[in-house]
Nanobody
């Protein structure tokens, strides 16, 4: 069974920084991409940033220049460094692993979510 475990959320003042971490565990042969999504109250879940196995990255326009996604030295880990945080960044952040190849074939997986709250 593949699991994604997130950490690093919390409360921060506007202009501050947070770093989110996500580790995928289980029998994993390959992962196409890992990324972070967020969902604010009353809004749809949206892509924040993603990184492919080849290192290509993609960011939402709203976070470009402020957030950086990276892969860890440990296999199947991903980080999201969030700088210059704004109140509108407040949301539950979810880690996603896209097209994970394991014993059960190819599936997508989600973490449980971590709350990020930015106060003004």
């Amino acid at each position: 069974q593949v699991r994604l475990v997130e950490s690093g959320g919390g409360l921060v003042q506007a202009g501050g920084s947070l770093r989110l971490s996500c580790a995928a565990s289980g029998t994993i042969f390959s992962i196409n991409a890992m990324g972070w999504y967020r969902q604010a109250p009353g809004k749809q879940r949206e892509l924040v940033a993603a990184i492919t196995s080849g290192g290509n990255t993609n960011y939402a326009d709203s976070v470009k220049g402020r957030f950086t996604i990276s892969r860890g030295n440990a296999k199947n880990t991903v980080y999201l460094q969030m700088n210059s945080l704004k109140p509108e960044d407040t949301a539950v952040y979810y880690c996603n692993a896209d097209r994970v190849k394991g014993w059960r074939g190819v599936n997508d997986y989600w973490g449980q979510g971590t709350q990020v709250t930015v106060s003004s």
